[in-house]
């Protein structure tokens, strides 16, 4: 299995620009979870779905965000208008069931630049 | 709510010498724990995880760490270091596979 692919590995943008991150979950993983990685606030859960519908969500920064999953095997965190202090490393993680306990597998991760 | 607290944002250790990264978490039901590794530029990898019975856990490339409820504490562990570990190491807890909370992580250094 390729695993968890994110694109594009770098994205450098200016304010106010949009941005769109894609993510391509493990085949016949069920959920899929938006995380973001900055050195101030460590690794941060900002959404997950199940079976494409949104789960939880209460970890967006604000409404500059958006993350949508069309189908199972594709999904994408929108961020428009893009701000400086939205530079981060963003991952991309999807589950698979091992008994009662979930192990969650991450992508390479978007590294996201905003001058 | 659940928390997990990792002592030493940095740990140094000499090649072939013992590892030891502490964690201890905050959970007011039995936890999931689990460690995670990041090498740089990669997406984080399960290292071990700890659900239910035994409480020492052993995982890949020769790490453990051991569940001691009495102490709320999860520490990693490798006998003997060696260059290829020198990453960033992520303790996180969780009841449910939906809220995974990571700690701030430790980065261990190996020097020859």
């Known amino acids: 299995d390729a695993g968890v692919i994110q694109s594009p590995r770098h994205e450098v943008t200016e304010m106010g620009q949009e941005v769109t991150l894609r993510c391509k979950p493990i085949?016949?993983?069920?959920?899929l979870f938006w995380y973001r990685q900055t050195m101030m606030r460590g690794l941060e859960l900002l959404i997950y779905?199940?079976?494409?519908?949104?789960?939880?969500d209460s970890g967006m920064p604000e409404d500059r965000f958006s993350a949508k999953m069309p189908n199972a095997s594709f999904s994408t965190l929108k961020i428009q208008p893009s701000e400086p202090r939205d530079s981060a490393v963003y991952f991309c993680?999807?589950?698979?069931?091992?008994?009662?306990?979930?192990?969650?597998?991450f992508g390479p991760g978007t590294r996201l630049t905003v001058t | 709510a659940q928390s997990v607290t990792q002592l030493g944002s940095h740990v140094s250790v000499s090649e072939g010498a013992l590892v030891l990264l502490r964690c201890n978490y905050s959970?007011?039901?039995?936890?999931?724990l689990f460690w995670y590794v990041q090498y740089p530029n990669q997406g984080l990898q399960l290292l071990l995880k700890?659900?239910?019975?035994?409480?020492l856990v052993k995982g890949i490339n020769g790490f453990e760490a051991e569940f001691k409820k009495s102490e709320t504490s999860f520490h990693l562990t490798k006998p003997s270091a060696h260059m290829s570990d020198a990453a960033e190491y992520f303790c996180?807890?969780?009841?449910?596979?939906?809220?995974?909370?990571f700690g701030t992580g430790t980065r261990l250094l190996v020097s020859p």
């Open positions: 993680a999807s589950t698979s069931k091992l008994g009662t306990v979930y192990e969650q597998y």
């Open positions: 085949s016949g993983h069920d959920y």
């Open positions: 779905f199940n079976n494409n519908v949104p789960i939880d």
């Open positions: 959970s007011s039901v039995p936890p999931y």
């Open positions: 700890y659900t239910t019975g035994a409480t």
């Open positions: 996180a807890v969780s009841r449910s596979f939906q809220k995974l909370v």
